[in-house]
């Protein structure tokens, strides 16, 4: 049971870059989000969705795309890379609401943009 | 504000002993809050989720409290491993989302 799996663990971008974040999830969850987390702060909402086919932004959505075509995937996307983007983020994914069955996390992917 | 907020930053501890996390929220309304460990390089676990008719749950050697009335929880480890350094999370869920705090660094010495 591989759980919620992301690639790739670490990348560098130059500034500019644009690039995919990889997530997928075997649990067949409806709910997935991505995170970011910075150092001294808590994890952050960037987009989320409750089902195939619908997103919703989060907290800090801006140069962030994503999408929900099937259950088990939801890519994150990064359309022209910033300093500011440099961060771990964390795909998690839920059976329901996640505030009552709680998130699965991915193990992150470190991303540094220079 | 909705706001989390965990002490202390980071803790060592040797080996066998105890330690207590604290977590004070201002979340509002309160559904539950979750303590998360997350090992370095991975993604937190739940440790524990707690709602606001309980005051205890336990989880092996990890053992959350809550006081609603004061807004406050602990998550206390009994007789720490090597294996308990980590950073621990508390998350508060309010009406329709997660606040998380900025967790505390645990580091257990031999």
């Known amino acids: 049971n591989a759980g919620v799996t992301q690639t790739p663990k670490f990348q560098v971008l130059k500034t500019g870059q644009s690039m995919t974040l990889q997530c997928a999830q075997d649990?067949?969850?409806?709910?997935m989000s991505w995170y970011r987390q910075d150092p001294g702060m808590g994890l952050r909402l960037i987009h989320y969705s409750v089902g195939a086919g619908i997103t919703d932004q989060g907290e800090v959505p801006n140069g962030y795309n994503v999408s929900r075509s099937t259950t088990e995937d939801f890519p994150l996307r990064l359309l022209s890379a910033a300093p500011s983007q440099t961060s771990v983020y964390f795909c998690a994914s839920s059976y329901g609401q996640s505030k009552v069955y709680g998130y699965t996390f991915g193990s992150g992917t470190r991303l540094t943009v220079v | 504000k909705n706001q989390v907020e965990q002490s202390p930053q980071s803790l060592i501890i040797l080996e066998g002993k105890n330690c207590t996390l604290q977590c004070n929220y201002t979340v509002s309304p309160f559904s539950n809050l979750r303590w998360y460990k997350q090992d370095t390089g991975r993604g937190p676990v739940s440790l524990t989720i707690?709602?606001?008719?309980?005051n205890t749950k336990s989880n092996g050697r990890y053992t959350a409290t809550l006081d609603a009335d004061t807004k406050q929880s602990s998550l206390h480890i009994t007789a720490s491993q090597l294996s308990d350094s980590a950073s621990y999370i508390c998350?508060?869920?309010?009406?329709?989302?997660?606040?998380f705090g900025t967790g505390t660094r645990l580091q257990v010495f031999p």
């Open positions: 998350v508060v869920s309010g009406a329709d989302k997660l606040i």
């Open positions: 649990m067949n969850h409806e709910y």
């Open positions: 707690m709602t606001f008719s309980e």
